[in-house]
Antibody, heavy 123, light 107 residues
Framework: QVQLQESGPGLVKPSETLSLTCTVS????????WSWIRQPPGKGLEWIGY???????NYNPSLKSRVTISVDTSKNQFSLKLSSVTAADTAVYYC?????????????????WGKGTTVTVSS | AIWMTQSPSLLSASTGDRVTISCRMS??????LAWYQQKPGKAPELLIY???TLQSGVPSRFSGSGSGTDFTLTISCLQSEDFATYYC?????????FGQGTKVEIK
């Protein structure tokens, strides 16, 4: 079955750019949306944004000025870049496949998640 | 953005109990709602989508209901493996948002 794996540095300095990659295995990255979600320590979930396999994106306005999500279909990967990070960006970052109901209204859902990777912003 | 109020934030229950978690929206979202379960140190797992459709492989003791602004997740007979935190998420409009979470703990 499809599995997702996040990778990237676990420690990023303030003002620098956080870069993470999610590798999709056991299936194709095509024909789905792919999301990034984060969870600060002890807090709830925040949707960061998604990318369609064709490259179209949608970002959370709260992060839009600092976020870039890209896709590399040849590698079956998609990536997150978050610039000008501060301690408030310290979180577990998850990637997730976003599917939708095929008939009728487009009800979305995140049905496959990576295990998450912890990113700490500190000097 | 759509605001979501999930209640209660903490629920103490015993194995075998029937538990209900509420998620209320600041505006109507039809049935564009999903429910997730998260255990400590683990990624969330999808339980229900389209407000009431059970994800494949999820036990039938989980059910979802509601439409518009008021939604409910029900666990009919709480099992030991169900002690976790539950989140609702709306997909009606951007940005997609999650509820604050409900922690179900052992009474």
């Amino acid at each position: 079955q499809v599995q997702l794996q996040e990778s990237g540095p676990g420690l990023v300095k303030p003002s620098e750019t956080l870069s993470l990659t999610c590798t999709v295995s056991g299936g194709s990255i095509s024909s789905y949306y792919w999301s990034w979600i984060r969870q600060p320590p002890g807090k709830g979930l925040e949707w960061i944004g998604y990318i369609y396999y064709s490259g179209s994106t949608n970002y959370n306005p709260s992060l839009k000025s600092r976020v870039t999500i890209s896709v590399d279909t040849s590698k079956n990967q998609f990536s997150l870049k978050l610039s000008s990070v501060t301690a408030a960006d310290t979180a577990v970052y998850y990637c997730a496949r976003t599917s939708w109901v095929l008939s009728g209204p487009r009800y979305y859902y995140m049905d496959v998640w990576g295990k998450g990777t912890t990113v700490t912003v500190s000097s | 953005a759509i605001w979501m109020t999930q209640s209660p934030s903490l629920l103490s229950a015993s194995t075998g109990d029937r538990v209900t978690i509420s998620c209320r929206m600041s505006q109507g979202i039809s049935s564009y709602l999903a429910w997730y379960q998260q255990k400590p140190g683990k990624a969330p797992e999808l339980l229900i989508y389209a407000a009431s459709t059970l994800q494949s492989g999820v036990p039938s003791r989980f059910s979802g209901s509601g439409s518009g602004t008021d939604f409910t997740l029900t666990i009919s007979c709480l099992q030991s493996e169900d002690f976790a935190t539950y989140y609702c998420q709306q997909y009606y409009s951007f940005p997609w948002t999650f509820g604050q979470g409900t922690k179900v703990e052992i009474k």
